[in-house]
């Protein structure tokens, strides 16, 4: 069975520059998450989808990154423009749970990640 | 706010066991995990513990929690050179989890 895809795997762009990110999870996982994670530390939420529905963006910076995921399958992460500091690698990771709360067992598959350097 | 705290690093011989500790920041996290990460790839799960266990063995895993102090810990018996990786603890917040940012287990022959 395969995994998380992720598209690109390394991304360089000048500052200023727009950039996408794609995610495919796992085939029947209904919740997908987009992860930031900066050198040296774990992943941070920025956005999570129960099918096609953003239920937390909380942490999303909104003025420069949108998310979408149509069709509650496949998803895109957008930074435009980007700036130095979003260099990090870009998370994408999948899971069968649902809004049962953090009671539930929730085992996330995470994808190779995109790397993006921000020149 | 708080955070998932783990030591940066840890070194051992292979053959020996490694001890990775962390501590935790909800006391009503129901759930929670040791995540491997190897260079270039992404987070794996390695095992987990419901918040009612103190223990939890799993073949060279074994897995620790005192939900009185909140702390959280994973040893690996018979450290091979293949368990070079990051290792991150979460918890389950909600919906979500909450990482820390990762010890560097370094096995040397």
């Known amino acids: 069975e395969a995994g998380v895809v992720q598209s690109p795997r390394y991304k360089i762009i000048e500052k200023k520059q727009p950039v996408a990110f794609w995610c495919n999870p796992i085939?029947?996982?209904?919740?997908l998450y987009w992860y930031r994670q900066n050198l040296g530390q774990g992943p941070e939420l920025l956005i999570r989808y129960e099918n096609e529905e953003a239920v937390d963006d909380s942490q999303l910076p909104k003025d420069r990154f949108s998310a979408e995921r149509l069709k509650g399958v496949d998803s895109t992460l957008k930074i435009q423009p980007a700036e130095l500091g979003d260099s990090a690698v870009y998370l994408c990771?999948?899971?069968?749970?649902?809004?049962?709360?953090?009671?539930?067992?929730?085992?996330?598959?995470f994808g190779p990640g995109t790397r993006l350097t921000v020149l | 706010g708080e955070d998932v705290e783990q030591s940066l690093f840890l070194s051992v011989r292979e053959g020996d066991s490694s001890v990775i500790n962390c501590t935790y920041t909800?006391?009503?996290?129901?759930?929670l995990y040791w995540y491997k990460q190897e260079p270039g790839a992404g987070l794996q799960l390695l095992t987990y513990i419901f918040s009612n266990m103190d223990m939890k063995q799993d073949q060279r895993l074994t897995v620790l929690l005192n939900k009185k102090d909140k702390h959280l810990s994973l040893r690996i018996a018979d450290t091979q050179t293949g368990d070079s990786a990051i290792y991150f603890c979460a918890e389950s917040i909600s919906d979500d989890m909450r990482f820390g940012a990762g010890t560097r287990l370094t096995v040397k022959p």
């Open positions: 990771a999948s899971s069968l749970v649902g809004t049962s709360g953090g009671s539930s067992y929730n085992e996330q598959f």
């Open positions: 909800d006391s009503s996290s129901t759930y």
């Open positions: 085939s029947g996982h209904n919740t």
